[in-house]
């Protein structure tokens, strides 16, 4: 890349959109003007990007005159509306919310697995759901060497993933319990504070969740492997930052721990923790704040053929949403 770009974030004053804004400054992206838009709510908020002051505007048709990537992270309905306005102002739109991830005519991207996908976008590249970001980063590489048939697997997902505030929630929470007050709840429908929610996204007539048909309909796409199968709960965890996925997987050849574990050794953005025995094995407080997913608790299945089970924990703020979308901008 040789020249700066003008870069608008969509939702700049969101969880991902704010950490956004610190991966294109840490990466280096080349940024020649950054333009900051969120509701009105927060137009005239101020935000800091390289040392400078960068004020928040408000989000209208006219706002991408000039903008050459759109990062977009406010949500399916402002996606569905606003990307193709920045699509005919001449922008490339990196688009965080499920809006377009199964439109055909838009390749939904994981820079490790298929990065050429990207290169056919005609305006607009999806950004994968981040439960499902966070899995494939381990699941696709045992899936080339092995061939992978179906995994069943159960998320840990941290409140982040709902937005900031489902944080500012379980923050509110945890201080009214430990100061003996009564909890109050609005994004979740139940107390998240020393909990765990069988529920994330809305229900299907299936009985799964959107959140939970994510990871099959997705993977199919980045893995171009469309017979592939996916039974998942989704359950969200009282965790600030960072998902974990325990996964059973189930594979075409045979599968040895040693193999399995040399495989991941080498995948990109992967970290292989696995010494169970020092106690050291993938957690969310440590997958917080990196780029790299990790993965560990690495055994042979005992219930299947030809199947592996293993434990995968990543910053799905980063790898599942904010870097994921800068790592695509930088390819195209
Ligand atoms: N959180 C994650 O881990 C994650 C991962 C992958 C994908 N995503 C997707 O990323 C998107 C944002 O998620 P988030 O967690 O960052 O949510 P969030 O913390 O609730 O932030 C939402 C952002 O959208 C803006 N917004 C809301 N209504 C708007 C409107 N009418 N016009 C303009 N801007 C508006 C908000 O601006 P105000 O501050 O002004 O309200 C805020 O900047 C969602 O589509 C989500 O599915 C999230």
Known sequence: MSRNYTVAIV???????????????????????LKLLASARSAGKTMTFKGETVTVEELREDSFAGVEIALFSAGAGISRRFAPLAVKAGAVVVDNSSAFR????????LPEINADDARRHAGIIANPNCTTAVTLMALHPLHRAF????????????????????????????????SGNPVETSVYPHQIAFNVLPHVDSFLENGYTKEEMKMQNEARRIMHHPSFRASVTCVRVPVYRAHSVAVNAEFERPVS???????L????????????????????????????????????????DNALAFWVSGDQLLKGAALNAVQIAELV
């Open 147 to 178: 061939g992978v048939r179906r995994v069943i697997a159960s998320s840990y997902q941290a409140v982040s993933g709902t937005g900031a505030q489902a944080i500012r929630e379980l923050r509110a929470q945890v201080e009214a319990i430990a």
């Open 11 to 33: 939702g700049a004053t969101g969880a991902v959109g704010e950490e956004m804004i610190q991966v294109l400054e840490r990466r280096n992206f080349p940024v020649g003007a």
């Open 257 to 263: 721990v040693e193999e399995a574990r040399g495989v």
């Open 102 to 109: 199964m439109d055909e005519a838009v390749p939904l991207v």
């Open 265 to 304: 050794a080498k995948a990109p953005g992967l970290e292989l923790v696995d010494e169970p025995a020092e106690n050291r094995y993938p957690l969310p407080l440590h997958a917080a704040g990196k780029d790299n997913c990790q993965v560990g608790r690495i055994r042979v299945d005992c219930a299947l």
